[in-house]
């Protein structure tokens, strides 16, 4: 179901009692639609699958309504213009950005089809360096008649076409934006410098989806300043979108995390209506998970990249006392997350980012550790065992920092995914020990313990 009139006027009804209408009066028409077998799934289940919550008619906030009506404005505006223009969309981990991009581009294939239109017959397309999403997009364009799959794709596989056939698409959205190349990958067929910048020159809008704090490789290292060369000399224009939608949590569980992947450790808050968890066993965690997912579905464990994963086909486990669970595997076209046997594997950062669980289990491993004597996350990068991501680290004025910075961004990447809880199990002793402290004490004044401040003092 949608509501129309936002997806062509962008207004977003928000009538008496509305909650009462969504939750229970849909609740009691779904259930009897299922009786009558007219529909085979509850509502739960469909809220889980991927397609659900990438769905272009999923209701947006006023704030993506917003941006969506301005997409569509510079769209129209800048159509017959013959010079470059970018749109930026920037936005942290859970803030929609990925939705209010699937709503915006269904509009404008909406808008190619009608002769009124000013983008009427234009060529646009959805890039995303992303396997598992770019699975979604396509599951999503089948069910749609508007969309079709050959327009969604990776970046190097456009921007190869497009070269070849010496022709510029009109309008393309880049989703995940920080994941495009910052160098040439000759192994996965690019030669050129910068998927931004070749994008940028093979179409006649991009609508980039950005989050410095989600790169992830140094073959893909963005910051702000790397952009701005990049868009520089270019017309651009630039939203951001602050609120955090996915994690069901307080603002000031939302601020621990973020304070925590910026290496302070601070007073962990009581949460009433997001199931945050310490665990001391990565196998209790575990057995959590299991449970939460027998109740709700859509429960994993993920991991830092800390332990051997290889692409030769071979089984690969993470072990923690008793725990011992393989790698996540990828195959067809389900993403891993709503594969029910995953259950049983350890995702990571690759298979999971830019995704919703309900809850999410996070093992940080031995590269995340804590400095008693700065009282600090200390991130040791010779643990962390993802070679690929730190290929090309000679090219940097400061390797190490900037494997510091990779790691932190998958940690807070990781402690983002859940909507319904988060459980986190630290591998380092002092770690675990010290998270282990703030969690029992949550929510109480701590008198001589050993707490940062957000400002970075210490007491």
């Known amino acids: 179901m949608q509501n129309k009139s936002q997806t062509v006027n962008s207004i977003s009804h928000n009538y008496y009692d509305k909650p009462f209408y969504n939750e229970k009066i849909f609740n009691e028409i779904w259930d009897r639609l299922r009786q009558q077998k007219i529909v085979n799934n509850s509502r739960d289940v469909i809220e889980n699958k991927d397609i659900y919550k990438l769905s272009p008619f999923k209701e947006l906030s006023t704030d993506q309504i917003e941006l969506k009506q301005k997409i569509i404005e510079v769209c129209e505006k800048q159509m017959d213009s013959d010079e470059p223009f970018v749109f930026l969309v920037k936005g942290e981990a859970g803030t929609g950005k990925s939705v209010v991009l699937s709503a915006v581009f269904n509009r404008i294939q909406e808008l190619a089809k009608e002769k009124s239109s000013v983008l009427y017959n234009s060529n646009n397309y959805l890039l995303v360096n992303h396997t598992e999403m770019l699975k979604t997009y396509q599951k999503i364009a089948g069910k749609i008649k508007t969309l079709k799959k050959n327009n969604f794709d990776k970046p190097t596989s456009f921007i190869n076409r497009q070269k070849k056939s010496n022709e510029k698409a009109d309008i393309v959205f880049v989703d995940e934006a920080h994941l495009l190349l910052t160098k040439p990958d000759r192994f996965n067929n690019f030669n050129e410098n910068n998927h931004l910048e070749e994008i940028i020159k093979n179409s006649k809008i991009a609508i980039i989806v950005f989050d410095d704090k989600q790169v992830l490789k140094m073959k893909s290292y963005w910051d702000e300043n790397k952009l701005r060369q990049i868009v520089k000399g270019v017309k651009s224009q630039e939203y951001i979108l602050k609120n955090q939608f996915r994690m069901n949590a307080s603002e000031e569980m939302i601020n621990w995390i973020d304070q925590f992947v910026e290496k302070k450790i601070t007073p962990i808050p009581r949460e009433n209506n997001f199931d945050f968890r310490i665990f001391e066993s ?126 932190l961004n998958s940690i807070n990447v990781l402690l983002k995914r859940g909507i319904k809880g988060l459980y986190i199990y630290a591998s380092d002793l002092k770690l675990g020990n010290h998270l282990l402290k703030f969690y029992q004490n949550r929510g109480q004044k701590y008198g001589n313990m050993k707490v940062a401040e957000a400002n970075g003092d210490y007491h």
Do not use: C
Not at 283 to 298: A, H, S, T, W
Not at 321 to 347: Q, S
């Open 282 to 407: 990565a196998d209790d965690m575990y057995k959590q998970i299991r449970e939460k997912n027998n109740q709700v579905g859509l429960a994993r464990m993920v991991s830092t990249f800390d332990y051997v994963h290889k692409k030769d086909g071979g089984t690969y486990y993470i072990t923690e006392g008793k725990f011992k669970l393989p790698w996540n595997t990828t195959m067809g076209d389900t993403t891993w997350a709503e594969r029910k046997e995953t259950i049983d594997e350890v995702g990571s950062i690759y298979t999971i980012q830019g995704f919703d669980l309900n809850y999410v289990g996070v093992i940080l491993g031995p590269s995340v550790s804590y400095d008693e004597d700065k009282n600090e996350l200390k991130i040791i990068t010779e643990n962390y065992k993802d070679t690929e991501a730190f290929r090309g680290k000679d090219e940097f004025k400061d390797p190490d920092a900037v494997k510091e910075k990779i790691i």
